[in-house]
T-cell receptor, first 112, second 112 residues
């Protein structure tokens, strides 16, 4: 079946603008995760959603970052007033609870 | 979060076995050992996981020390497509979603 998809694949924006990144998880997966990977670095956890439970937002670096998951499926990660240090690859993953995580190809965000 | 230690980089030749070590001296009895790998310009992909016994699947084998303080991912016959960053991650045995804590991983280079 289809894997995790993310859009756009690349996003270039100007400092101070807002951006929205989209993730379509694997159908039936109730858990959805966002990570980011800065150039040459490992992955950094941002937030996860599981079913109807309150999301774990413990990894969000600032209040400029937010995410929502509508209808238990598609998720949007929003970054307000982008800064140059927000430039990174943003990766989404989904899983059945307690199961292995399947990652999407990521969105490369460049803030000029 | 439980920590793992891996060499920064390793190199091997095509069609030879590769042994990727991981130390996790602070592992607890409820931690599973997971391995993911990240090919260039892609999101991470699951490789294998285990708790106490050695595990085999179509991608690799996982050898776990008797005291569980270390493990080794074994690629039996490396190909050029196995060149990637390999991450050793501990996951607590719980029901439900759980973030992955990525370290720097081991960058594996395969020589033709």
């Amino acid at each position: 079946g289809a894997g995790v998809s993310q859009s756009p694949s690349n996003k270039v924006t100007e400092k101070g603008k807002d951006v929205e990144l989209r993730c379509d998880p694997i159908s039936g997966h109730t858990a959805l995760y966002w990570y980011r990977q800065s150039l040459g670095q490992g992955l950094e956890f941002l937030i996860y959603f599981q079913g109807n439970s309150a999301p774990d937002k413990s990894g969000l670096p600032s209040d400029r970052f937010s995410a929502e998951r509508t209808g238990g499926s598609v998720s949007t990660l929003t970054i307000q007033r982008t800064q140059q240090e927000d430039s990174a690859v943003y990766l989404c993953a989904s899983s059945s609870p307690a199961d292995t995580q399947y990652f999407g190809p990521g969105t490369r965000l460049t803030v000029l | 979060d439980a920590k793992t230690t891996q060499p920064n980089s390793m190199e091997s030749n095509e069609e030879e076995p590769v042994h990727l070590p991981c130390n996790h001296s602070t592992i607890s009895g409820t931690d599973y050992i997971h391995w993911y790998r990240q090919l260039p310009s892609q999101g991470p992909e699951y490789v294998i996981h285990g708790l106490t016994s050695n595990v085999n699947n179509r991608m690799a084998s996982l050898a776990i020390a008797e005291d569980r303080k270390s493990s080794t991912l074994i690629l039996h016959r490396a190909t050029l497509r196995d060149a990637a960053v390999y991450y050793c991650i501990l996951r607590v045995r719980i029901q439900g979603a759980q973030k992955l804590v990525f370290g720097q991983g081991t960058r594996l280079t395969i020589n033709p």
